[in-house]
């Protein structure tokens, strides 16, 4: 929560009783919402008077491992670089309980999405028992190893193998919406009277939610029980329904300076300043460092999505030639892509951009190290997202753009889902994602 002053303010609340039932913590992403609404659940509990951060209490105990029965979080996000980073810090320094205490809450916060309490009645959660068993067994080893010395070489393979299951659970059991079971199940949660002093649900990216959960929360939103307390957390509040927002008290996160992320960076993960890479003005320096450690970086997939674009843009120009459309009437949305994308790729070494998807996808696949993990190719379709928009800002006026950005959504979510959902090889799914977006782009004209 470094260099984010709204805590004073929620401090403040706080120590005059003043909370309200339902807040909503609205930032950029990495600017520490999610910790300041978990540290929130920490000082409900605290047996101490006014909860210090330190503080040793059984309760605090519980929330720092985040274990604690009063508390339940959800909401879709990525965790692959959050958890490899933990690691990373972790074994720098395998006798520091700072460190070791990263690593699992880093572990913890995916597992949490896992609840019984959230899955009851699920079928899907019986097909990830097993890697979920395995998740768990494997923290409890690595607990009794750091309790002893001498262990350095089994420690790393143990948080190896957490890496692999985590990345596994996340790949096969993470959707990219917030289900209407799920808000039904923590709403009978939050009637049931806490073990402790006070209960909280934290709904992170809660903008992603169905619009039957949406319309399911209401209902505890109107009349929320006294002894528990909701958080929403949001990067996009404005994508929330209104009815929603106006029953939350709002705290706003802002986007951190350079100065306070490299102080993010060396007191959470033990890293200096130089682990920062150089990031874009629309990036904060923490989100920069975190994609240093996805399976695939995003500075390697951004000229790979260049490439993919740069090809669609050529396909779609050789399919509108051999409609008999002259070049000097080819779209403007497609000569802006062409023109920003292209350069960009071949600057990479990536080559020049090609018409044939088979060409493209191989080409695409290579470059990316093969979609080895479902983190790789989900960053790269919001990676396609974000290079889509900087090639179209020359043309932003035209209202073809909002209609490009449809399409690309429409088929990035059928592609993530035929990967994530129905195990599809992501060499297929590239395919038919070319294939379509070369297609309807081309009836756009």
Same mark, same amino acid.
């Given at each position: 929560?470094?260099?984010?002053?709204?805590?004073?303010?929620?401090?403040?609340?706080?120590?005059?009783?003043?909370?309200?039932?339902?807040?909503?913590?609205?930032?950029?992403?990495?600017?520490?919402?999610?910790?300041?609404?978990?540290?929130?659940?920490?000082?409900?509990?605290?047996?101490?008077?006014?909860?210090?951060?330190?503080?040793?209490?059984?309760?605090?105990?519980?929330?720092?491992?985040?274990?604690?029965?009063?508390?339940?979080?959800?909401?879709?996000?990525?965790?692959?670089?959050?958890?490899?980073?933990?690691?990373?810090?972790?074994?720098?320094?395998?006798?520091?309980?700072?460190?070791?205490?990263?690593?699992?809450?880093?572990?913890?916060?995916?597992?949490?999405?896992?609840?019984?309490?959230?899955?009851?009645?699920?079928?899907?959660?019986?097909?990830?028992?097993?890697?979920?068993?395995?998740?768990?067994?494997?923290?409890?080893?690595?607990?009794?190893?750091?309790?002893?010395?001498?262990?350095?070489?089994?420690?790393?393979?143990?948080?190896?193998?957490?890496?692999?299951?985590?990345?596994?659970?996340?790949?096969?059991?993470?959707?990219?919406?917030? *289900? %209407? #079971?799920?808000?039904?199940? &923590?709403?009978?949660?939050?009637? @049931?009277?806490?073990?402790?002093?006070? !209960?909280?649900?934290?709904?992170?990216?809660?903008?992603?939610?169905?619009?039957?959960?949406?319309?399911?929360?209401?209902?505890?939103?109107?009349?929320?029980?006294?002894?528990?307390?909701?958080?929403?957390?949001?990067?996009?509040?404005?994508?929330?329904?209104?009815?929603?927002?106006?029953?939350?008290?709002?705290?706003?996160?802002?986007?951190?300076?350079?100065?306070?992320?490299?102080?993010?960076?060396?007191?959470?993960?033990?890293?200096?300043?130089?682990?920062?890479?150089?990031?874009?003005?629309?990036?904060?320096?923490?989100?920069?460092?975190?994609?240093?450690?996805?399976?695939?970086?995003?500075?390697?997939?951004? *000229? %790979? #999505?260049?490439?993919?674009? &740069?090809?669609?843009?050529?396909? @779609?120009?050789?399919?509108?030639?051999? !409609?008999?459309?002259?070049?000097?009437?080819?779209?403007?949305?497609?000569?802006?892509?062409?023109?920003?994308?292209?350069?960009?790729?071949?600057?990479?070494?990536?080559?020049?951009?090609?018409?044939?998807?088979?060409?493209?996808?191989?080409?695409?696949?290579?470059?990316?190290?093969?979609?080895?993990?479902?983190?790789?190719?989900?960053?790269?379709?919001?990676?396609?997202?974000?290079?889509?928009?900087?090639?179209?800002?020359?043309?932003?006026?035209?209202?073809?753009?909002?209609?490009?950005?449809?399409?690309?959504?429409?088929?990035?979510?059928?592609?993530?889902?035929?990967?994530?959902?129905?195990?599809?090889?992501?060499?297929?799914?590239?395919?038919?994602?070319?294939?379509?977006?070369?297609?309807?782009?081309?009836?756009?004209?």
């Amino acid at each position: 929560m470094i260099g984010q002053p709204v805590t004073a303010r929620l401090q403040a609340d706080m120590a005059h009783n003043v909370l309200a039932p339902a807040m909503l913590f609205a930032g950029p992403h990495a600017s520490g919402k999610g910790t300041a609404a978990l540290e929130m659940g920490r000082a409900f509990s605290c047996e101490t008077e006014n909860a210090p951060w330190n503080c040793r209490c059984v309760n605090c105990m519980h929330h720092r491992l985040l274990s604690h029965d009063d508390l339940i979080v959800m909401g879709p996000r990525p965790f692959s670089a959050e958890i490899a980073a933990a690691r990373a810090a972790f074994l720098r320094d395998t006798a520091s309980a700072s460190s070791k205490t990263l690593f699992v809450r880093s572990v913890r916060k995916l597992l949490m999405r896992f609840s019984p309490v959230l899955w009851t009645d699920d079928s899907k959660i019986s097909k990830l028992n097993g890697i979920l068993e395995s998740i768990n067994e494997t923290m409890e080893e690595l607990d009794l190893l750091c309790s002893a010395e001498g262990n350095a070489e089994k420690i790393t393979k143990i948080c190896d193998s957490v890496i692999k299951h985590t990345l596994k659970l996340e790949a096969e059991g993470m959707t990219d919406t917030i *289900p %209407v #079971s799920h808000i039904r199940s &923590a709403a009978y949660w939050l009637r @049931i009277a806490p073990s402790g002093k006070r !209960k909280l649900l934290v709904i992170e990216n809660a903008d992603r939610m169905q619009d039957a959960a949406r319309n399911s929360l209401l209902k505890i939103l109107e009349e929320p029980p006294g002894t528990c307390a909701i958080i929403f957390c949001s990067s996009k509040p404005e994508a929330l329904l209104e009815t929603i927002v106006s029953r939350l008290r709002p705290y706003i996160f802002a986007r951190r300076g350079e100065e306070a992320d490299t102080e993010v960076v060396r007191r959470v993960f033990k890293d200096s300043k130089d682990a920062i890479p150089a990031h874009s003005k629309a990036e904060s320096g923490i989100t920069a460092y975190l994609d240093t450690f996805l399976p695939v970086p995003k500075h390697v997939l951004y *000229p %790979v #999505s260049a490439l993919f674009w &740069a090809s669609i843009a050529f396909g @779609i120009t050789m399919a509108l030639r051999k !409609k008999g459309v002259p070049d000097a009437e080819l779209p403007p949305a497609v000569m802006a892509i062409g023109r920003h994308c292209a350069p960009i790729a071949e600057a990479a070494g990536l080559g020049k951009a090609s018409p044939n998807i088979k060409s493209l996808c191989a080409a695409v696949l290579a470059a990316a190290g093969g979609f080895d993990s479902r983190g790789a190719f989900t960053v790269f379709l919001g990676m396609l997202c974000s290079t889509l928009s900087e090639a179209l800002i020359p043309i932003q006026t035209d209202p073809v753009c909002a209609a490009y950005r449809r399409v690309l959504s429409k088929y990035a979510g059928k592609a993530r889902t035929a990967v994530d959902t129905f195990n599809q090889t992501s060499s297929l799914a590239l395919e038919n994602l070319s294939s379509f977006l070369i297609h309807d782009l081309a009836i756009l004209w």
